[in-house]
Every structure is written in C-alpha cells, then in structure tokens.
C-alpha cells in the first residue's frame, strides 16, 4: 500500500503564490509518474501538471509559464509552485502516484491523496 499526503493548500490573493507539496510512503522502491491534479465545484477533476521519475514533465495549458513541478525522487515528493494565482484556480488540489515499483517487486497503479484546498480570492 501506498499513502499519499498532500500539505501546503490555503487562501491566497489573487496574483499570489502558493506551494504544495506531497509526500508518498509505503513499500516504494520507486515512482514513475507524480503529478497533480484539481477539482473546483462543480466540474470534473483535470490535470494540472505531471512529472516523471526522470524530470519529464507535462503542464494544463490553463497553467504554463506560471506553476512549476518538481519531486526528489530519494524523498518520493512532489512539489507544485504555483505563482500568479487566479480566482479560477481555486479548486481542490490532489496528489497522484502511477506505476509504483514496490520493495516487493510488484508495481501497483493510481493512488491518489486525500486533496488540499486552494482558494485565490481578494
């Protein structure tokens, strides 16, 4: 089993930063893929960013030039700096682990954290 545990959510003013972070524990040997994504009220979770063990990463066209991936991969953590924050992207933010080599030589797939608030409001 996997857990993942997010941190860093809150209010913010428009124009603000804000930086998430999520840590991953278990039986993990390695992580492929870490990412995030979002859900506001009313819509479908989207993908806001991911990153690969080897530092590809891919970003939501609604958030290039202004949020940042990163991880440390001997931490299994992701980071996402999120700068120049609008009222749109205030939503609930969750971490995500695919493909998951275990201790055990297994991979397991898609875990998911519990989420973390962001809300970009004056």
């Known amino acids: 089993q996997v857990q993942l545990v997010e941190s860093g959510g809150g209010l913010v003013q428009p124009g603000g930063s804000l930086r998430l972070s999520c840590a991953a524990s278990?039986?993990?040997?390695?992580?492929?893929?870490m990412g995030w994504y979002r859900q506001a009220p009313g819509k479908q979770r989207e993908l806001v960013a991911t990153?690969?063990?080897?530092?590809?990463?891919n970003y939501a066209d609604s958030v290039k030039g202004r949020f940042t991936i990163s991880r440390r991969n001997a931490k299994n953590t992701v980071y996402l700096q999120m700068n120049s924050l609008k009222p749109e992207d205030t939503a609930v933010y969750y971490c995500?682990?695919?493909?998951?080599?275990?201790?055990?030589?297994?991979?397991?797939?898609?875990?998911w954290g519990q989420g973390t608030q962001v809300t970009v409001s004056s």
């Open positions: 278990g039986s993990i040997f390695s992580i492929n893929v």
């Open positions: 990153i690969t063990s080897g530092g590809i990463t």
């Open positions: 995500h682990a695919d493909r998951v080599a275990t201790i055990a030589r297994t991979y397991e797939y898609d875990y």
